[in-house]
């Protein structure tokens, strides 16, 4: 028979593996509903910064060819548009702070481009930038 500490040492192991296992368990399903919960926001907010950052690129390509006074205030009104980006990298970092990585991240705005375009078309030009 085991002595009352080895059974007590025994039991600590036991407790300490358990743990481990369901830490290890765990985490992947953590990351799934973490990032469940957030794709939708997460999609928005990735649309938003994506066109806001294709129409500053339009501005300042339009002012490039023709510097005209009309095309300094395009220009303007779309680096307040940038603004949007910000709270796209505000929400990738929240959630990587809560557990998700740059792979599930990629995961979840490839999920985004999925559901909202209707055709192949629709994906290769959100992927596209023209110049």
């Known amino acids: 028979m085991l002595s009352r500490s080895w059974r007590n040492s025994l039991l600590g192991l036991a407790l300490f593996v358990a743990g481990a ?3 290890t368990l765990a985490a ?6 973490v990032s469940a919960a957030f794709q939708e926001q997460y ?3 990735t649309y938003r910064c994506d066109y806001a950052m294709r129409d500053h690129l339009i501005a300042k390509q339009r002012l ?3 510097p005209t006074s009309e095309n300094v205030d395009a220009l303007r009104e779309m680096e307040l548009g940038l603004i949007s980006c910000q709270d796209y990298d505000l929400m990738r970092k929240r959630l990587i702070q809560w557990g998700l990585s740059e792979n599930d991240l990629s995961e979840m705005a490839l999920m985004a481009v999925e559901q909202r ?3 192949l078309a ?3 030009r959100i992927h596209e930038i023209r110049y």
């Open 21 to 23: 296992a369901s830490a």
């Open 28 to 33: 992947p399903l953590w990351r799934v509903g």
């Open 43 to 45: 999609a928005t907010l």
């Open 64 to 66: 490039d060819q023709n």
């Open 117 to 119: 375009a209707e055709n």
């Open 122 to 124: 629709d994906v290769v």
